[in-house]
């Protein structure tokens, strides 16, 4: 659990390409104190874990996680760039199972149209930015170092927050998810999705995100013709990782929180959480 305590419903949040829940601690704390977060961290960190290649049996075994504290709807699930994509499936999912979502909340995530596999380099970048924020290691940089050079540069990046076997597996779950993002198209699914697009992606004409040049002015990216009908966009500051930085995550927060009472309202509340092993 990111946040543990609180009476309203728990809202799960899935890691972005960098594997690991860290980067919404920040905006945990600028939710209400009565709002519970919970975090799905990436599999492949833990003893003989394989990590996943496949995005819809990902989410199916996040589902099984968090039906362990949940059983039952309805659901408020989330997440940053890629996590967001992995929330999508997971509301698909739960509702083609008669479960009720609530409110899908992503946060400056696109549609995947991966037509190449993304190098090692630009992974490690992402992982960087995620994690720990902008570092100044440029990609160039990063392409002419050996596998053995880019751990250590990701090492001493994060002033030694993780081990290098620890980096070592975050690459081979980073690979994972280059080949989930070759081989996933998300099906179309009528679900409740609003979308937080940060103004710094939006002035620009266009961006590099995972070696894919995206449209920066595309405000709704395309999920409103997924699910069939218009979204709401919240424009929130900071860029696509600093966002759910401060003092952007306060802004963030303040806003999920309006849109978390107004579903509440309108949705019985759900089943209390469960006892059992947190993820």
């Known amino acids: 659990a ?10 799960f949040l899935v890691h972005p390409i960098g594997a690991l829940v860290l980067c919404y601690e920040p905006l945990a704390r600028a939710l209400p104190d009565d709002q519970p977060v919970y975090g799905l961290q990436a599999r492949g960190f833990e003893g003989k874990e394989h990590a996943f290649t496949n995005l819809p049996e990902m989410a199916a ?42 409110l899908l909340a992503m946060m400056d995530s696109y549609i995947p149209n991966q037509r190449k596999q993304i190098d090692d380099a630009v992974m490690i970048k992402a992982f960087i930015e995620s994690n720990i924020g902008e570092t100044g290691i440029a990609l160039k940089a990063l ?50 999705l609003i979308l937080f697009r940060p103004e710094e992606v939006l002035q620009q004409t266009s961006r590099k995100i995972l070696g894919v040049v995206r449209p920066g002015f595309a405000l709704k990216s395309g999920w409103d013709k997924l699910v069939g009908h218009d ?41 209390p959480i469960a006892s059992g092993k947190n993820r």
């Open 2 to 11: 990111i946040k543990r305590k609180g009476n309203k419903p728990p809202l």
């Open 61 to 102: 075994f996040y589902i099984e996680a968090i039906k362990t504290l949940q059983p039952q709807g309805p659901y408020y699930l989330g997440g940053q760039s890629l996590g967001g994509v992995i929330a999508y499936e997971m509301a698909r999912q739960l509702k083609a199972q008669g479960d009720e979502i609530a």
């Open 143 to 192: 392409r002419a170092m050996t596998a053995e050079q880019r751990i250590d540069a990701l090492f001493n990046a994060a002033d030694g927050a993780f081990s290098r076997d620890f980096i070592a597996q975050a690459i081979e779950i980073l690979r994972g998810f280059n080949q989930m993002l070759l081989d996933y198209r998300p099906k179309a699914s009528n679900l409740p």
């Open 231 to 271: 979204i709401t966009v919240h424009r929130v500051g900071g860029g696509h990782d600093s966002m759910l930085r401060p003092p952007h995550a306060e802004e963030l927060a303040q806003i999920l929180a309006q849109e978390i009472d107004q579903t509440t309202a309108q949705s019985p509340i759900a089943s």
